[in-house]
């Protein structure tokens, strides 16, 4: 049993790691191979996996710091199952020859999932790429699929500016799928630990039915996890914008039914 969970973790973080499909006509982009190893530096969210809008709870962020070294984050579900794990900035190597990107990482002692890129184009703003999955387990292969995939790059680092106490609620009928649409206060820590905060007459007094609280930044993305009567739950988020001491959230969530919709959220900061 858990070397089968152990396999089902490693499909989860590599399919998290695929996404996305083409630029637009009118970009021009330069020929990949050159200079690549340059180019690919920076922060790159996924934005489409297949022609599809990635969704926000399968989102995943690349940082390339070098040409041999990147971090990852990784979204993965609402709700997880056992044996999944928390991917917060976590390393991995990267190989770079021609226009393709070789990504590596060991999700256990076990385990190699390994993140083949072509890239077809690379601009400042973008890049599209073929890619190939494959994860081993005991040196045996137990996936190999393909994707067209496209990433946006990330300018913006949040991590700091969510520090804080923020006061907010779901703007739109369709929100987060644990709230119950009334106000409530959240206090994000410097350490990636929060409190939750619920109304008392007119006191706010942290949560206690939380056993959990933990959360990550990594340049839009808002990664969430806390335990509830002794069930571990996660959502994602993107931050769209902090300024003025207003924080506004989206993401692109999907239904039963297969459709989607985009919920959305605002706080403001507690002075």
């Given amino acids: 049993m858990k070397k089968l969970l152990n396999l089902v973790f490693a499909a989860a973080l590599i399919c998290g790691a695929s996404v996305f499909t083409s630029c637009s006509k009118d970009d021009n982009p330069v020929n990949p191979a050159d200079n690549l190893a340059e180019k690919i530096i920076g922060k790159w969210m996924a934005a489409e996996r297949n022609g599809q809008p990635e969704l926000t709870n399968k989102k995943n962020v690349y940082t390339y710091v070098s040409p041999t070294k990147a971090i990852v984050s990784i979204s993965r579900s609402s709700k997880t199952v056992e044996g999944s794990k928390w991917v917060d900035h976590t390393e991995a190597d990267v190989a770079i020859d021609g226009n393709k990107v070789t990504v590596t990482s060991h999700p256990d002692e076990h385990t190699t999932a390994v993140d083949e890129y072509i890239i077809t184009a690379i601009n400042d703003t973008e890049f ?21 995939v496209r990433f946006e790059k990330v300018t913006s680092d949040l991590s700091a500016a969510i520090v804080g106490t923020w006061e907010g609620h779901v703007t739109n009928s369709e ?6 649409g009334e106000t409530h206060r959240w206090e994000y820590k410097a350490d990636g630990t929060y409190v939750y905060y619920v109304k008392d007459g007119d006191d706010w007094v942290p949560y206690k039915g939380n056993t959990l609280n933990e959360y990550f930044v990594d340049g839009v993305l808002l990664c969430t996890r806390w335990i509830d009567n002794d069930v571990e739950n996660r959502e994602w988020w993107e931050i769209a914008s902090i300024k003025d001491g207003v924080m506004k ?6 239904k039963e039914d297969g459709s989607t919709y985009t919920a959305t959220f605002e706080m403001r900061k507690v002075e």
């Fill in 175 to 180: 929100g987060s799928e644990f709230d119950d």
């Fill in 128 to 148: 599209t790429a073929g890619l190939k999955l494959t994860v081993t387990v005991n040196g045996n292969v137990v996936l190999n699929n393909k994707h067209i």
């Fill in 249 to 254: 959230w989206k993401a692109l969530r999907q």
